[in-house]
């Protein structure tokens, strides 16, 4: 993971706002909304976002368990979380229901 190596040097980095536009930021649950947050960061999000999810919610490894929880994600973010993050798809939720989803349309 090279590209986020340096993170604790920006320990200053906030998500930016755009991100949770439909948000009220000032009484705004991160903890609570995590998943959302994680979503945003990983669809959408800038190199400064993911420093600041990764301050938020535990570094990398914090980061990375969130990940698996999100309950939908593009194929697209998914290979990307995947690969950036080091994860199986079959750990992340969003494949799962996938296959499900799948497996119930088609049966």
Same mark, same amino acid.
């Given at each position: +993971?090279?590209?986020?190596?340096?993170? %604790?040097?920006?320990?200053?980095?906030?998500?930016?706002?755009? $991100?949770?536009?439909?948000?009220?930021?000032?009484?705004?649950? =991160? =903890? %609570?909304?995590?998943?959302?947050?994680?979503?945003?960061? /990983?669809?959408? #999000? =800038?190199?400064?976002?993911?420093?600041? #999810?990764?301050?938020?919610? #535990?570094?990398?490894? #914090? !980061?990375?368990?969130?990940? %698996?929880?999100?309950?939908? /994600?593009?194929?697209?973010? +998914?290979? !990307?979380?995947?690969?950036?993050?080091? /994860?199986? %798809?079959?750990? $992340?939720?969003?494949?799962?229901?996938?296959? $499900?989803?799948?497996?119930? /349309?088609?049966?």
């Amino acid at each position: +993971m090279a590209i986020f190596d340096d993170y %604790k040097k920006y320990g200053a980095c906030s998500v930016s706002p755009s $991100l949770l536009w439909e948000y009220d930021l000032s009484d705004f649950d =991160w =903890w %609570k909304s995590r998943k959302i947050v994680v979503q945003r960061i /990983l669809e959408r #999000g =800038w190199l400064e976002d993911y420093y600041a #999810g990764f301050n938020l919610y #535990g570094g990398i490894e #914090g !980061f990375r368990e969130i990940i %698996k929880e999100i309950p939908f /994600l593009s194929p697209r973010d +998914m290979n !990307f979380a995947c690969i950036v993050f080091d /994860l199986k %798809k079959e750990d $992340l939720k969003c494949y799962t229901r996938k296959l $499900l989803r799948e497996r119930l /349309l088609n049966s």
